[in-house]
């Protein structure tokens, strides 16, 4: 009798013990589930992907699933097509990052319900009904700064002989002046295009502000991100902070990748 009871306590007591082990389990997967993001970055104009490199290697680095949208630049609409499909390609919740006039494309294509929080770093964030153009022209002008007229295609490009004091200040002139070589145009007609969808009514929005920046002031920059209702962190930069500060914008990337 004694030897049956033992037995049953035994039994009783395993039983109980891979009930706590299970019960742990799932818990231990959702709590690892909520810091891995993948991550989505969205470039501006007159560049490409590549210069997201540096934050692409801390952020893969650290375990994150990083994806870089190449832009067109020949319209909003086909900006956010190319982004949407990517976010579309991601296996769970996407944060989303605009630099510049990537901004006005996260701004919109941040209502894909696969995007959890958005990023603007140096970057425009337009309400519904108002363009990027508007807020170009709202921001005290620079003389270190300047884009050309459409030329015969429509494209604009930032104006070579500003490129690095303008655009990429902190950056060595050999890089500047690569970057400048094949800086990407962007079709002006994007700046005259109104947002429909505004995510950052709709999503948690972290931005950055950078303090020296001669291409988008950072007042203006201030201003829209105050109205956006976003977590803001100022760094000392040129336009280019995610090039020249890298692993100051992906601590803010990675702010908004665990906020959830």
């Not at 909520?34 to 989505?40: E, G, H, L, Q």
């Not at 919109?108 to 153009?133: C, I, W």
């Not at 040129?238 to 692993?247: A, D, L, M, T, Y």
Request: with cysteine; hydrophobic share 40%.
């Amino acid at each position: 009798m004694n030897t049956k009871s033992n037995l049953f306590k035994k039994s009783s007591f395993l039983v109980t013990l891979v009930l706590i082990i299970l019960s742990y389990a799932p818990q231990s997967s959702r709590a690892q589930n909520t810091t891995t993001k993948n991550i989505v970055l969205v470039h501006g104009a007159f560049a490409d992907g590549s210069g997201w490199k540096a934050v692409y290697e801390i952020l893969t680095a650290k375990g994150y699933h990083v994806s870089i949208v190449q832009n067109p630049l020949t319209s909003l609409q086909n900006d956010i097509d190319a982004t949407n499909s990517v976010i579309n390609q991601q296996q769970g919740q996407v944060v989303l990052v605009g630099h510049s006039w990537g901004g006005t494309v996260i701004t919109e294509a941040g209502v894909n319900p696969k995007v959890a929080s958005l990023v603007y770093v140096a970057a425009f964030a337009p309400d519904r009904g108002e363009t990027t153009g508007q807020w170009v022209a709202a921001a005290p002008p620079s003389p270190d700064a300047g884009f050309t007229a459409p030329d015969q295609f429509g494209f604009i490009y930032y104006d070579r002989s500003k490129f690095h004091g303008g655009f990429a200040a902190d950056l060595r002139e050999s890089e500047a002046a690569w970057m400048n070589a094949t800086q990407v145009p962007i079709v002006g007609k994007c700046f005259e295009t109104p947002i429909q969808e505004v995510a950052w009514k709709r999503k948690p929005s972290f931005a950055i502000v950078a303090t020296n920046d001669k291409s988008l002031h950072p007042k203006t920059q201030r201003e829209m991100y105050k109205r956006a209702d976003a977590k803001i962190t100022e760094i000392k930069g040129s336009h280019v902070i995610f090039i020249s500060q890298p692993e100051a914008v992906a601590k803010v990337i990675m702010a908004a990748a665990n906020i959830h």
